[in-house]
């Protein structure tokens, strides 16, 4: 959820592990960190997604309290290890390198770091207070960006500086911003050297415009292109489809069911499609996840607001039926992980975790959470 007007809690502190790597070529961007770090006495790694993911972190709320969950496989069992730390009740994970990175949103304006293994923490740092991070993306261990829901910038970072000399740089969106003054940057990703932000472009929870995916160059931390999505805010965590260098973004008008779908966009050639639309899905996209580089599944909200699960492809084929019907469950995330689909219930009074059988779609008894899952992005692969 992008606001969440309820009293939070703040419980996290960083363990930073600059993982050491076979010996590989360091791009300009490193070694521009490496100019810029000196006086830390610092020496920047390159931060590689996660390359063969043993366990996912599921994060948990009551929208006072917050918690965060471990899955993982005994065999080819799955358990979850409910409440392995306190994070803050609005909060997302990204993995890069071997480190775990927390982003806790409104009410708390901080990022964190915790060890992969134990989840232990050590410090954290401030992105400024009413800021509202959305999402953290890094390119090496000492420089990183932070998009900001309430503010007309990003934040370059240096996570393995201290907590005061950790913001080292904005990147300007003020040009993008509507009459609010805040373009409301939401999640991100990387494309070798490109930075990919989501602008959504919101005045009373409502789109003014159709959606952008801004173009940043990380190593110079500007602007190098913009570009415009077919249809209006761009609501979905980015996701690389995987070996083609194309992304897909969910995008909601409003949750009525219309005017939203599934685009995909390059950095390079800087132009979108609409993939699939929402009368085509039977609603509006609120999380996506790819089977293989042509087919996948969206988590759908429907126009009387319950969820459900579909498939679909890149040629624009939607499955006629749904893997899970609407209303069948309440669900608000989904995450292939080791050739099953988890899915995090959140139905009252059995909340948790459910696995999809993605050969005859079958859907296992609940794994339950303590707290419910929460509505924004409650999946994170772990290192």
């Known amino acids: ?18 993982d050491d790597q076979e010996a590989q070529s360091v791009n300009n961007a490193n070694n521009i960190n490496n100019a810029n770090n000196t006086s830390n006495n610092v020496t920047c790694t390159p931060l590689p997604d996660p390359a063969s993911p043993q366990a996912v972190a599921l994060f948990t709320t009551d929208y006072t309290n917050g918690a965060l969950g471990v899955i993982s496989l005994d065999g080819t069992a799955l358990v979850l290890e409910n409440d392995m ?12 390198g071997a480190t775990f990175y927390v982003v806790n949103r409104l009410g708390a304006d901080n990022i964190a770091t915790l060890d992969a293994v134990d989840l232990s923490v050590a410090g954290q740092f401030s992105t400024g207070p009413g800021t509202n991070p959305q999402d953290v993306v890094l390119f090496s261990s000492c420089r990183g960006f932070v998009s900001l829901y309430a503010s007309d910038h990003l934040l370059v970072v240096n996570p393995l500086a201290s907590p005061e000399d950790a913001l080292v740089g904005e990147v300007d969106l003020a040009a993008f911003a509507d009459a609010d003054g805040a373009p409301e940057a939401s999640f991100m990703a990387r494309s070798d050297d490109l930075l990919l932000v989501a602008i959504q472009n919101l005045e009373n929870y409502s789109p003014t415009r159709s959606g952008r995916i801004i173009v940043v160059d990380s190593v110079e931390a500007s602007v ?4 415009e999505l077919t249809t209006a805010n761009p609501f979905t965590p980015l996701v690389e489809v995987s070996g083609t260098g194309e992304f897909l973004v969910g995008t909601v008008n409003d ?5 939203g779908g599934i685009e995909i966009f390059t950095a390079q050639d800087a132009t979108a499609a609409l993939v699939v639309s929402s009368e085509d899905l039977g609603g509006v996209p609120s999380e996506l996840a790819m089977v293989d580089d042509q087919c996948g599944y969206a988590l759908v909200t429907t126009p009387d607001y319950s969820t459900g699960v579909r498939g679909f492809c890149l040629d624009g084929a939607v499955d006629e039926g749904w893997l899970l019907s609407p209303g069948e469950l309440s669900v608000s995330g989904l995450l292939v992980f080791k050739g099953m689909l988890l899915l995090a219930d959140t139905t009252m009074g059995a909340q948790g975790v459910r696995v999809v059988n993605l050969a005859d779609g079958t859907v296992s008894e609940l794994f339950p959470s303590t707290l419910p899952p929460t509505y924004t992005k409650p999946f994170a692969i772990l290192p």
């Open 255 to 259: 949750f009525s069911g219309l005017g």
């Open 85 to 96: 730390a306190m994070v803050h009740s609005d909060a997302i994970g990204r993995a890069f």
């Open 224 to 227: 190098s292109s913009v570009i």
């Open 1 to 18: 959820m992008r606001t969440i007007l309820f009293p939070l809690i703040l419980a996290l502190v960083i363990a930073v592990s600059c």
